[in-house]
């Protein structure tokens, strides 16, 4: 079974502090993306990555940043957690060809008070 | 990119066919029309996708109109665990392989 694992279902935190967000695909996929979903607003793209070191922003990348230092492992970085970004946060993995299936992850609840 | 524009929800009667509907009129020759599904607590999951063909697999089918401006996906028997949000997306080939996810369908099913 593949898999797309998240280092914590539910994580709490305080105002200002550092929070990693781990995710680690078992597919050998080069493409790995952070999601973040709020009520109302759907999946929304934070980052994503194409290769080992690359990385684009998506749509709402400030706040957030990431690191890909091997190829298995997306990591979503809060530099200075905000109440604004008490959120799900939601991985994904997929190949190239336009008819692979991305496969997220389980999601991350983040409260950040 | 071409966007996708489905009904806000549905609601559907236990073991009956259900039929989501998804239009996108702007759809270039080489988008490829993809379902994905949200359950509960849950993150997305790939139900299935399709080129210009009907395609059908052991999830569900999908229909694609011949001029391409929208499909339908099937669900031939649902039941209460397909209540979920159900998202048409076009995929185009970008770098990334991203997928834009829009606001979907929630499907309720009904006991």
């Known amino acids: 079974d593949v898999k797309v694992t998240q280092s914590s279902r539910y994580l709490v935190k305080r105002t200002g502090e550092k929070v990693f967000l781990e995710c680690v695909q078992d597919m050998d996929h080069e493409n790995m993306f952070w999601y973040r979903q709020d009520p109302g607003l759907g999946l929304r793209l934070i980052y994503f990555?194409?290769?080992?070191?690359?990385?684009e922003k998506g749509d709402i990348p400030e706040g957030y940043s990431v690191s890909r230092e091997k190829k298995e492992r997306f990591s979503l970085i809060l530099e200075s957690a905000s109440t604004n970004q008490t959120s799900m946060y939601l991985c994904?993995?997929?190949?190239?060809?336009?008819?692979?299936?991305?496969?997220f992850g389980p999601g991350t609840r983040l409260t950040v008070l | 990119d071409a966007k996708t524009t489905q009904p806000n929800s549905m609601e559907s009667n236990e073991e009956e066919p259900v039929h989501l509907p998804c239009n996108h009129s702007?759809?270039?020759?080489?988008?490829?029309i993809h379902w994905y599904r949200q359950l509960p607590s849950q993150g997305p999951e790939y139900v299935i996708h399709?080129?210009?063909s009907n395609v059908n697999n052991r999830m569900a089918s999908l229909a694609i109109a011949e001029d391409r401006k929208s499909s339908t996906l099937i669900l031939h028997r649902a039941t209460l665990r397909d209540a979920a949000v159900y998202y048409c997306i076009l995929s185009p080939n970008n770098a990334g392989n991203m997928l834009t996810f829009g606001g979907g369908t929630r499907l309720m099913v009904k006991p």
């Open positions: 399709g080129l210009t």
């Open positions: 990555s194409y290769d080992v070191k690359m990385k």
């Open positions: 994904a993995s997929t190949g190239w060809s336009p008819t692979d299936t991305q496969y």
């Open positions: 702007t759809i270039s020759g080489t988008d490829y």
